[in-house]
């Protein structure tokens, strides 16, 4: 049987539009924030967004970071490249660069977008998130690096996965 994953694929884009998920940790924490409207809402997530024409994908997640809680990355560390398809929704398919960062200036606050909160790393509200995270972000956070394709369905459940833990060059 053919993968349904492979199957989006083939109907994809290419390339797959570009965006960028940022998660800030300090100590034993990640801040987490609810996505209040668009693409996610009521979902907690990392922060990020859209890249626009011309942009590195680090500006903006650097960028992003600013607009949706108020921050300045100072460094950025690239952990995972994410691929989602949406079987009735192929204008939804991205590509996503996810990085961590330990290193920031300001304080996470509040905007019209993004409602922010620290977590403690154990104590991730994985039901309350996309249901992917569940399948690669506890190893980011333990320093694997990840490369994964998400196919969902038109309920946006997750329907098949394919996770590799890779080497970053």
């Known amino acids: 049987m053919k ?12 390339p797959l539009r570009q965006a960028t998920l940022v998660f800030l940790v300090k100590e034993n924490q990640i801040l987490l924030a609810m996505k209040r409207r668009g693409f996610g ?19 903006a997640a650097k960028r992003e970071a600013n607009e949706e809680i108020g921050i300045n990355l100072l460094s950025i560390n690239k952990v995972a490249t994410l691929n989602f398809y949406f079987s009735d929704k192929p204008d939804w398919n991205q590509q996503v660069v996810v990085y961590l960062s330990d290193s920031w200036n300001g304080t996470p606050k509040e905007s019209e977008e993004m409602s922010p909160k620290w977590f403690d790393i154990n104590e991730i ?21 990840i490369e994964a394709d998400f196919l969902f369905n038109e309920e946006q459940k997750m329907i098949e996965k394919d996770v590799r833990k890779i080497t970053l060059r």
């Open 3 to 14: 993968s349904e994953i492979l199957e989006a694929k083939g109907k994809a884009l290419n």
């Open 41 to 59: 809402v009521n979902l907690w997530n990392g922060v990020g967004g859209k890249i626009t024409d011309g942009e590195s994908v680090e500006n």
């Open 125 to 145: 509200p994985y039901d309350k998130m996309w249901d992917d995270d569940i399948h690669w972000l506890p190893d980011v956070l333990k320093g694997i690096n």
